[in-house]
């Protein structure tokens, strides 16, 4: 039995599937996503070089806004999970407060405005599936109530329902 790392491959398929080409461009050119959220967090140059950050604990947080805020987390959820991953990694936070917490969120989604967009048409699909209809996500085929993967793989969800 094995286990890959496929390095950051969420933050990958999420910036392809939306389309968030500023994400793309970043990890096409080797550049650091997390430092460069991080960077606009703090309103502070921050950088990764040789293995090493120039604050530690301000990418660390830039990279769980990156990384948690890309599947539509918001203010609470994210204050709750960087309290518990900061602790659980050993980081001491500055300002662990909600309005610090919401403050990440929003500045994840003013910068990816084609990731926050794409949880529409995600939601939408969902609809589409529950109802045995056909659309395009991106990429992706909704047909007979499964999602198709580019490669012809099929998500198949059987009884899907939406309730309000």
């Known amino acids: 039995m094995m286990v890959i790392d496929l390095s950051q491959i969420e933050l990958r398929v999420n910036a392809w599937l939306a389309g968030q080409e500023s994400v793309l461009t970043t990890l096409r050119t080797g550049g650091d996503v997390y430092s460069q959220m991080a960077s606009r967090i703090y309103q502070l140059p921050i950088t990764k070089a040789m293995g090493k950050s120039t604050h530690t ?37 500055q300002d662990e407060s909600l309005e610090f917490g919401k403050r990440c969120v929003n500045e994840f989604r003013g910068d990816n405005p084609m990731i926050a967009a794409f949880w529409k048409a995600c939601e939408q699909a969902l609809h589409v599936i529950a109802e045995g209809g056909s659309a395009r996500l991106g990429p992706l085929e909704i047909f007979g109530g499964a999602l198709v993967m580019p490669d012809g793989m099929q998500m198949i969800y059987p009884n899907l329902r939406w309730y309000e």
């Open 57 to 93: 604990v301000e990418r660390f947080v830039g990279k769980t806004a990156t990384l948690g805020c890309g599947y539509q987390c918001g203010g609470e959820k994210f204050t709750h999970m960087l309290r518990v991953a900061a602790r659980r990694d050993g980081f001491k936070l």
